[in-house]
């Protein structure tokens, strides 16, 4: 191996393209016990490691010598080997100063919560004492076991997560801490990537809080990492460039709204379009249960289609990159809620009442009042739920077009 990263689990990483991206070298991820990543590191057969959780303490051990943000963190990311010699980094630390530093509304004098008490939370403490910040609370998960933690932290305006809950694949693992307790809250930081939008995220988002995730963190300590490795500087504007470009890459594009819109063949030319995979969910119920929707509702009614569908949803919306069309109840289950903002944007495609299609559309049935009782009672929530809205009462081709607009010019952020 020349590069790659080691780790207990890695199945959520995106560290092989962000290293494509800036040195464009061989990079694999090694998933490993303890007693592999000790042979590795001893046996020195490598060129360049990272090395994640929870190995950055142990990690230290191999180093013959550590530069400032190791020594200072106490833990090592990344290691280069130069002529059988191991020079450890902490280049999480540059990762997140620089991440700080981005977001104006943080200030040193606000009250900061670093929730988790591994190698991620003892870098952070140390990047936001180095900035000078004064309000430091750290708070393990025995912590918040034995403690009221909401009480004790009631003055966090910016809470920092440094703990692995709601990485992929358990997304859904709800946050130890009830945030929505925590008043003066104003910026959540979930240093998780993978979803791209978390759990703690989307929840601190329906508070009215700002939230970002690790990615810029993570592509920011990659470029320190690719420095490191091939021994050259790479320009600091590459960081935001790479950022968006793995943004505009893994996002997916769901679409929602209501029944005989148009999602189906706008997703299917838009997908085209702009070269991605389709999948449309109502398709893949109907391939799971070898059955048409309406032969499904027709012997089993509409409960058990929502479940099907929700399995469904759970299985496909954690994939990346893709065009997804959705069937216009998707919104009907509070539950998905979640799933189609893990890792998508989401466009409602709105057309006229009297236009939608209602052939084959068994809840569409009853004429314009019926559809109007559908209406009244989902367009609040497609409206809550939507990034963007398109309004399809022109050519497909025409709305296609205007959500590559929207696409080629927000989906980075
Ligand atoms: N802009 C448009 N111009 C002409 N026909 C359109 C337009 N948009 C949609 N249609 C037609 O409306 C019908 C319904 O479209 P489609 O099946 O994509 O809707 P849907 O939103 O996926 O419905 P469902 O919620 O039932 O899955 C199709 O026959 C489609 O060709
Ligand atoms: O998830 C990842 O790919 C990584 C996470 C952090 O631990 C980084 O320190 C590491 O370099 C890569
Ligand atoms: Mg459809």
Redesign the pocket.
Known sequence: MEYGLLGKKLIYSFSPMIHKYFGDCEYELVECSEEDIRLILSGKKFKGLNITNPYKIMAKEYCDKLDESARKTGCVNTIVNKNGSLYGYNTDYYGFLHMIKKIKSIKKESPFSIIGSGATARMSKVVLEDLECQSIKIISREDIKNHNIEELIKDTEILINCTPIGVYPLVDESFPVEIKKLIKLKHVIDLNYNPLNTRLMIEANELGCKANSGLSMLVAQGKKAAEIFLGKKIDDSLIDEVERKIRKRLLNIVLI???????????RELAHRINREFV?I?NCIENLHKMTIQKIIEKNGIRFFRELEKEVVREELLSFSKVF?T??GVIEDRENWRYLKYNSQVIY?E?DLDQL?TKG?PLSQGGIDRLNNIYEKRNPIYKKLSDYRVK?????LE?VEEIVKVYEKNFSY
């Open positions: 709204g209501m029944p005989g819109s148009g999602k189906t063949v706008i997703g449309d109502d069309s069937g216009g495609i057309r299609d559309r399809n009462n022109k050519s497909l709305t």
